[in-house]
T-cell receptor
Framework: GAVVSQHPSWVICKSGTSVKIECRSL??????MFWYRQFPKQSLMLMAT?????????EQGVEKDKFLINHASLTLSTLTVTSAHPEDSSFYIC?????????????FGPGTRLTVT | AQSVTQLGSHVSVSEGALVLLRCNYS??????LFWYVQYPNQGLQLLLK??????LVKGINGFEAEFKKSETSFHLTKPSAHMSDAAEYFC????????????FGKGTRLLVKP
């Protein structure tokens, strides 16, 4: 149980275009989803927290107009990188929690490798 | 404020040797503690977690960790390293008072020599 998927697993896009990454909880309802960014050989950096049906809360320094997050249902959150630039190339990981007795835990997706050329 | 410190960005062991990866945390209350493993270009895989109860926690792949409140530590060990254990390991803390947000350590890369 507690499986989180991400799609696509890797994507290459041209500078100036937008790309959408999906995060799905497959066997539970995710009241909260998190988006992380990971640079090579570094730890995960929390970008934003999203609750179903409400606006995402962005961490300091993360541009909300550039990284659009939509948590439209209890099983789906999307991250759209708008007007992507090479410096946006990174590994993006989402996670989800179910809001029940195990709210202290997050279940992580497999990650999406974004390369902007 | 919460913080997680992983001592040693790289740890190298010989195959068959003991693995010890260190994690110390700072928290005003007993937190929830996690160890994750990450292989290249993959997401995080949960190795083990401490919530309440027994302080020695056993996880997958022969790993275990002990929560020591007095030392604010949660070190990860494995008696005998295998080549397949070579990966990046992250310690993380979650705390109710912080909305269960995760705080990650910077990670430790485990190298296993044949």
């Amino acid at each position: 149980g507690a499986v989180v998927s991400q799609h696509p697993s890797w994507v290459i896009c041209k500078s100036g275009t937008s790309v959408k990454i999906e995060c799905r909880s497959l066997d539970f309802q995710a009241t909260t989803m998190f988006w992380y960014r990971q640079f090579p050989k570094q730890s995960l950096m929390l970008m934003a927290t999203s609750n179903e049906g409400s606006k995402a809360t962005y961490e300091q320094g993360v541009e909300k107009d550039k990284f659009l997050i939509n948590h439209a249902s209890l099983t789906l959150s999307t991250l759209t990188v708008t007007s992507a630039h090479p410096e946006d190339s990174s590994f993006y990981i989402c996670s989800a929690r179910d809001g029940g007795d195990s709210s202290y835990e997050q279940y992580f997706g497999p990650g999406t490798r974004l390369t902007v050329t | 404020a919460q913080s997680v410190t992983q001592l040693g960005s790289h740890v190298s062991v010989s195959e068959g040797a003991l693995v010890l990866l260190r994690c110390n945390y700072s928290s005003s209350v007993p937190p929830y503690l996690f160890w994750y493993v990450q292989y290249p270009n993959q997401g995080l895989q949960l190795l083990l977690k401490y919530t309440t109860g027994a302080t020695l926690v056993k996880g997958i792949n022969g790993f275990e960790a002990e929560f020591k409140k007095s030392e604010t530590s949660f070190h990860l060990t494995k008696p005998s390293a295998h080549m397949s254990d070579a990966a990046e390991y992250f310690c993380a803390v979650s705390e109710r008072g912080q909305g269960f947000s995760f705080i990650f350590g910077k990670g430790t890369r485990l190298l296993v020599k044949p």
